[in-house]
């Protein structure tokens, strides 16, 4: 195909150029050549036609898209051909060669070969979008009439690509703008009638039946006005990605999407500086932990834009890993980029890799994040989130890493699950390793709240439910949360490591709270559908764990600003280190020991604002469990009926002793005074 292209074009640029060259002779001796004239004309012309033959292929004029002609072509069409005429007229005037043309040829033939060629241009363009008119599907569909919200150079593209690509069955019939120095004027023909609300007049008679949203760099609080007005009228629309989607190559202007939720939260994203994080990043080797997952390859991409000496990526999921080395790899960073599967509770591995690597920087993203699953294996959390933490955290105080960064969550806040307490613990960890190391590595934890997009998020839960035609599951009609952004979150990760002196905790100012219900409803209109008529909603009731709002800090935190106005920094009282220490090393003593119930109770013991959420337990199978010792009657949440002729001990501890005549199929009843069961 590309050489048929390029066959095309030289057969066309050919004939152009020598009818050009023989035009210019014609008007030049008034279309009365002389004998002498005539005769050297061949000898001219190819060496004429042969210099810009050359100089076209030179600067790739053979190897462009057909459909494509801009006026960066158009300029470097006329670059070429003045280059050429510039040197025959050094030839004509200076050298004296008897063949040169006379310079009245040579500024025609500049003039007519640039018009030649931009119309072969056109032309050839023009065949191409009707050769792709005539490939494309026939369809007894007609094109919907399109209006465009945005003038500017994304919306300019897109009706381009409406015109040129007719199997999109869209045709822009308007334009709409805010900014009053293009209403009244065309764009590729196409009028700017106004700002989107002149929408709301009958008189515009537009009969839109969708409307595109091109503004990816305006602010949200207008994205969301424009959204509401564009629901009260009832008209379809869609937007076109934001910047951040379209410079990092994960979309392209032609694709349309819903309108995203970050654009409708009520708040601009947050932007962040980049000086302070790229100097204590800028030719240091860093290390991510956690680096296949939603933050930590979002960390990854961003720390390797800021010429690090290496970037180490450390995660136990090999596929995950693979996936973002893969990603660095194609982007242009393969050399210095190392991927190493390691766990963090492995002590010996993590201390290999900080000695061989000597990362400056060190970001903990390793987590067990998911609420109900960590409801069910607390130690698992434990273990990861708390242990694995203090593992990794005092490995970077022994290597004299420079600054470690948790990654936290506003779920540690006056926890009511696993997961929340567990990150409450490691955030205990980090300050108190600080408190006890003031003058060594300088360790912050961050808190989050809620990451739109982040794998386990309510965003891609809600869309596939959708598009499975529903129902979409809200847990409670007042439930809350406060959102932010993939690269706001990232963002605020690098910002406190080039703030943090030691020992705070960070957050983000991140507006107003989000009702689920909204947000539910919100994704179900933008997908095009009726909530409650076309998509249902159901309540299923909080889950395990799960708060109806979240916090932003504890009643006994100070909260000071920063250099930032968004960033907002938190300090409290650190505990000895010692003390977390051993209350961390029984926790982990008794993970894989004791039931959830039983390591939830210990936990509270070591987190005092943790109030946890307890797992109701079927009477038959707590004496079977106990049977092993597996379960405790600390686990039971309500008395049990009494079973006659039966007999259960237990210790002050409430672990079972004997049990006689067990009658799994009768119960027991909690005799308080006596510490046992009859």
Known sequence: MMRSTKGYFLCAYSATLIASLWLSYQLRFDFSLPANVLRAFPMCLACILSLKLLCLWRFGQFAVLPRFFSTADFLTLSKILFGVSAIA????????????????????????????????????????????????????FRARRAGIVGAGLVGSALAQEFASRPELRLQAVAFFDDDRTKWGTRIHDIPVVGAPEVLENDATHLELEEVIIAMPSAPGKRVTAVVELLKKLQLNFKSVPSFY??????????????????????????????????????????????????????????????????????????????????????????GSIVALVANVMDRPRIDHLL??????????????????????????????????????????????????????????????????????????????????????????????????GSSGSVVPIFNKQIAAGGPVTVTHPEVTRYFMTIPEAVGLVLQSAALGQGGEIFTLDMGEPVRILDLARQLIELSGFTPDRDIRIEFTGLRPGEKLFEELNYQGESITTTQHPKILRLICEPHPLETVRDALGRLVEQADRRHSNQLKRLLSQVVPEYKPQFQEIDDRKFRSAALTGQANIHDLKEPLPEEPNSHAQFDTAGTLLELDKPGLDGTLEVTQASGGLR
Not at 250 to 277: C, F, H, M, N, Y
Not at 300 to 308: D, V, W
Not at 365 to 380: I, L, N, T, W, Y
């Open 245 to 334: 989607e379209l410079t990092t190559g994960r979309a392209k202007v032609s694709q349309l999407r819903a309108v995203p939720v970050d654009e409708l939260l009520g708040r601009d994203q947050i932007e962040l500086a980049t000086e302070s994080v790229r100097e204590i990043l800028w030719n240091r080797a860093v290390m991510v932990t956690g680096a296949g997952g939603s933050i930590g390859s979002e960390l990854c991409r961003q720390i390797a834009a800021s010429g690090p000496s290496l970037l180490v990526l450390v995660d136990q999921s090999e596929v995950q890993l693979f996936q973002i080395e893969q990603e660095l790899r194609e982007s242009g960073h393969a």
């Open 355 to 452: 000695e061989r690597y000597s990362p400056s920087v060190v970001f903990h993203a390793a987590a067990h994040k998911h609420v109900p699953m960590m409801e069910r294996q607390p130690g698992e959390a434990i273990k990861n989130n708390a242990w694995g933490t203090l593992q990794l955290a005092e490995a970077c105080l022994h290597h004299r890493v420079e600054r470690f960064v948790l990654i936290s969550s506003d779920k540690a806040i006056n926890p009511t699950n696993v997961m929340g307490a567990t990150k409450r613990l490691a955030e205990m960890c980090v300050q108190s390793l600080h408190a006890a190391h003031p003058q060594s590595t300088r360790f912050m934890a961050v808190r989050f709240g809620n990451v739109l």
């Open 89 to 140: 007229l050094v030839i004509s005037s200076q050298l004296g060669w008897k063949l040169a043309p006379p310079r009245g040829v040579i500024v025609a033939d500049f003039s007519l070969s640039l018009i030649g060629l931009t119309g072969v241009r056109l032309a050839l363009g023009s065949l191409s979008a009707r050769s792709m008119a005539r490939q494309a599907p026939l369809t007894p």
